[in-house]
């Protein structure tokens, strides 16, 4: 096997059996992507964009101002404008004025808060259905992997906003549950991976 090294600095392999798994691990991604996040905003009546704004308007970007939620989208601050519009006409958002009375905030209308938490939860159980089968040590050791990767591409990500380009899609953590990746508890890898960096990337 030869090595070579990526654009971050770290070993990667070169095999037959590294590209079986990239192949592997691409196709997993998207089955999981399409499962997870537009199955389930489908089924509530919505796009993936509108799912991801209503997730993580629960806990991330809780409250937070329309410039917050179009980072946390990847969506272009007009973009976000007309997306909170449909959703507060669907009356699950409403907005208010910011802190300083010049931005506008978002937040979940109780509609809204219980519709995210359908989301979430929908998303939960399509991955939960995806790991059936695996034995408790595979579960370990693809959570191991999980960070890794998860670290892997924060660091990647950061590296191309350092260098002045816009990572595609929104936040990595965009549609998680806080609580269960521990990141209070400085468990979330994403977060770890953006210690010491500007604190708008703390959720990359």
């Not at 958002?93 to 910011?98: D, I, L, S, T």
């Not at 995806?130 to 370990?140: C, F, I, K, W």
């Not at 549950?177 to 994403?190: M, Q, S, T």
Request: with cysteine; net charge positive; proline share 3%.
């Amino acid at each position: 096997m030869t090595l070579s090294v990526n654009p971050y600095g770290r070993l990667m392999g070169k095999s037959r059996d590294d590209a079986r798994l990239i192949n592997l691990l691409g196709a997993a991604a998207i089955g999981l992507n399409d499962a997870a996040v537009g199955d389930v905003a489908a089924d509530g009546g919505l796009d993936c964009t509108a799912a991801g704004a209503l997730v993580a308007l629960l806990d991330l970007a809780e409250s937070g101002s329309v410039r917050r939620l179009s980072q946390m989208l990847g969506l272009t601050h007009s973009g976000t404008v007309r997306l909170v519009n449909r959703l507060a006409d669907a009356k699950v958002v409403e907005r208010a004025a910011g802190p300083d009375l010049r931005t506008v905030s978002v937040r979940l209308t109780r509609p809204g808060r219980a519709v995210a938490r359908r989301i979430r939860a929908g998303r939960h159980a399509a991955i939960a259905t995806a790991l059936a089968g695996l034995t408790r040590q595979q579960r370990d050791q693809l959570t191991v992997a999980c960070e890794v990767l998860i670290t892997n591409m924060t660091m990647a990500r950061l590296a191309r906003r350092t260098a002045g380009a816009r990572p595609s899609g929104g936040a990595l953590c965009r549609m998680c549950d806080p609580a269960a990746c521990g990141r209070l508890a400085g468990g979330c890898p994403a977060a770890g991976a953006t210690a010491g960096f500007d604190s708008e990337f703390s959720w990359d």
